[in-house]
């Protein structure tokens, strides 16, 4: 059972970026997913959550209107479109799995991926 | 939105020490909450969830508690993979808040 995100890298301030998450060993699409992500020296920052029906999305006020959460179930696939990115955006952004149905903790993460935003 | 506050921020401690992290919060959240560990350039791991429920492969000396607003976490005896940064989340409601997070450092 495990997490692996891809996409991070090097993108310019007002710049878009999408980030990926791939799920193996369990289905993705039976449960909620979420990224939290961690600036450079900083603590933890939950940045959203989609729910496995995708039927509902919470978004940080940080991130709300940038960033969409979205599924392709066929894929076990998840994905982080961002959207006119601010040097604030800079991070590790880590997904995972949010078993809110069953109990109250996120129990597996991605090893996590780099965003920079700079010019 | 829910407010955790962490305490302390940081502690020395020695191997073989018992030590309390708490993690109080701005209104109630039932049993809503966890507890994670995080090594430096890791991602954060699972340690107690349902507020004081031990995770599959956790070890015992890890535990928590929970009394009203108030959550805690207790080492038992500290042992040197012990130490690391601590987190408390709360899955009361969204947004799904953390603590500050707690260092531990070695004494």
């Known amino acids: 059972v495990q997490l692996v995100e891809s996409g991070g890298g090097l993108v310019q301030p007002g710049g878009s970026l999408r980030l990926s998450c791939a799920g193996s060993?369990?289905?993705?699409?039976?449960?909620?997913v979420s990224w939290v992500r961690q600036a450079p020296g900083k603590g933890l920052e939950w940045v959203s959550s989609l729910s496995s029906s995708s039927s509902d999305m919470y978004y940080a006020d940080s991130v709300k209107g940038r960033f969409t959460m979205s599924r392709d179930n066929a894929k076990n696939l998840l994905s982080l479109q961002m959207t006119s990115l601010r040097a604030e955006d800079t991070a590790v952004y880590y997904c995972?799995?949010?078993?809110?149905?069953?109990?109250?903790?996120?129990?597996?993460w991605g090893q996590g991926t780099t965003v920079i935003v700079s010019s | 939105a829910i407010q955790l506050t962490q305490s302390p921020s940081s502690l020395s401690a020695s191997v073989g020490d018992r030590v309390t992290i708490t993690c109080r919060a701005s209104?109630?959240?039932?049993?809503?909450l966890a507890w994670y560990q995080q090594q430096p350039g890791k991602a954060p791991k699972l340690l107690i969830y349902d507020a004081s429920r031990l995770q599959s492969g956790v070890p015992s000396r890890f535990s928590g508690r929970q009394f009203g607003t108030e959550c805690t976490l207790t080492i038992s005896s500290l042992q040197p993979e012990d130490f690391a940064t601590y987190y408390c989340?709360?899955?009361?409601?969204?947004?799904?808040?953390f603590g500050q997070g707690t260092k531990l450092e070695i004494k």
């Open positions: 989340q709360q899955f009361h409601n969204y947004p799904r808040t």
């Open positions: 995972a799995r949010d078993p809110a149905d069953y109990y109250y903790g996120m129990d597996v």
């Open positions: 209104q109630g959240i039932s049993t809503a």
């Open positions: 060993g369990f289905t993705l699409s039976s449960y909620t």
